[in-house]
């Protein structure tokens, strides 16, 4: 048999889809999975996947010789595409234009996979209007040693951005060793200013959590998690919801509903789970499209039922302080969230301290510990806006 005739024919949404080398192994080391299986497994998502990249532009980036060989990207679409698969023209910033393929269904995903695409790569726009991004994308990007419960408090504090911002949020695992959070907003805002929201995003995700979040484009200013609001640029694009990515587990880009995200592993979603975890409860972000915002239009933010249970310059003793609350409250503490807790590292004139508060959103009304003398209670800017607070009162009039 010639190496043209090794090759499997697929009936896909009433198409013929033809998978060469169908055997061709495309993981080696932690699981083993041919390029057939890949396909198949697209299939068993496709209704996800689909929606991911339904009616965009697609960059391929195809890996040839498996997830474990050299991947290159190909904006063109290839000549000898079925003429059932539409393309679109794309203009970048250099003023060079592509002919990118646009995936409708589960036939042209399976047509796309045959190419050796791993991953899905589509861009934020529709094709019936390529210049008005319909996605804002937020990518956490943890750098070396960032713990992964660092990436899930971050994503979290994007939720609720995103919510004041009167945006819904739609997390996933990127498949790696981030999480990407994304949100429908109306077709109405350039490249440019879309990416500017992005970055503005960032900014007060890093004020909010300092400690944890940055916003520095430069690595060596970086620290902690890394929102990479360039992936909002014209020419960027990153893997969709279901994505394959080229690690020796196969694991992939897992959608997750909010609740699901302090306790996520993602190393739980690969190639070989996420098919019967999608049977079993369909995608999480099947509403997704019906969900554009306006960005840039705030809603008013709910007052939270916060406490601050420990003030001290040392962590280890404010952390001491809140697991004696926990003590004298056992009943509220048994219905806090793993994000309930808020440990803030607080920065004064020349004087740093950590302070604890509490969150009481999960605690019925009526069972809400009051707000009492934080144990310890050794801020140390006290003193100092006691002071400044005495001198304005004393000011002639």
């Not at 002071?387 to 004393?394: F, S, T, V, Y």
């Amino acid at each position: 048999m010639g190496a043209k005739d090794n090759a499997e024919t697929l009936t896909v949404v009433g198409r013929e889809i033809r998978i060469t080398n169908p055997d061709k192994p495309y993981f080696s080391r932690d699981v083993k999975l041919t390029k057939l299986d890949v396909v198949r497994y697209y299939l068993a998502v496709a209704d996800g996947a689909v929606t991911g990249i339904r009616d965009r532009p697609v960059v391929l980036k195809r890996f040839v010789d498996g997830a474990e060989g050299q991947a290159f990207y190909q904006k063109r679409a290839p000549d000898n595409r079925p003429p059932w698969l539409r393309t679109v023209t794309l203009s970048f910033p250099s003023g060079r234009t592509a002919e990118e393929v646009v995936v409708d269904d589960a036939a042209g995903l399976a047509w796309i996979v045959n190419l050796g695409c791993i991953e899905l790569h589509p861009h934020p726009v529709r094709s019936a209007d390529l210049d008005h991004p319909d996605e804002l994308r937020v990518d956490l990007d943890p750098g070396p040693g960032v713990a992964w419960a660092d990436v899930r408090r971050v994503a979290l504090e994007v939720n609720a951005l995103l919510g004041e911002l009167g945006l819904r949020g739609w997390p996933k695992t990127s498949g790696s060793r981030g999480i990407h959070v994304n949100a429908r907003i109306e077709p109405r805002w350039t490249f440019t200013e879309v990416r500017r929201a992005a970055l503005a995003l960032s900014r007060e995700i890093e004020r909010r959590a300092p400690t944890l979040a940055t916003s520095k484009w430069w690595k060596e200013e970086r620290h902690g998690v890394f929102l990479d609001y360039n992936q909002n640029a014209k020419d960027r694009t990153t893997c969709s919801a279901y994505s394959i990515r080229p690690l020796p587990d196969a694991r992939v880009s897992a959608p997750l509903a909010w609740d699901e995200v302090p306790d996520c592993d993602p190393a739980d979603f690969t190639v070989l789970t996420m098919p019967a975890r999608f049977a079993a409860r369909g995608d999480p972000q099947a509403g997704m499209d019906g969900a554009a915002g306006a960005a840039g239009k705030r809603a008013p933010r709910a007052r939270m039922p916060l406490i601050v249970v420990a003030n001290s310059p040392s962590k280890e003793d404010a952390l001491a302080g809140l697991e004696r609350w926990k003590q004298r409250h056992p009943e509220a503490a048994a219905l806090l969230a793993v994000d309930d807790v808020l440990v803030d590292a607080m920065r004064g004139r020349s004087s740093t301290w950590t302070r604890i508060r509490i969150n009481l959103r999960h605690v019925p009304e009526a069972s809400r510990p009051r707000q009492e003398t934080p144990d310890p209670d050794d801020d140390p800017t006290r003193e100092w806006r006691e002071a400044m607070r005495n001198a304005k009162n004393e000011q002639p009039e």
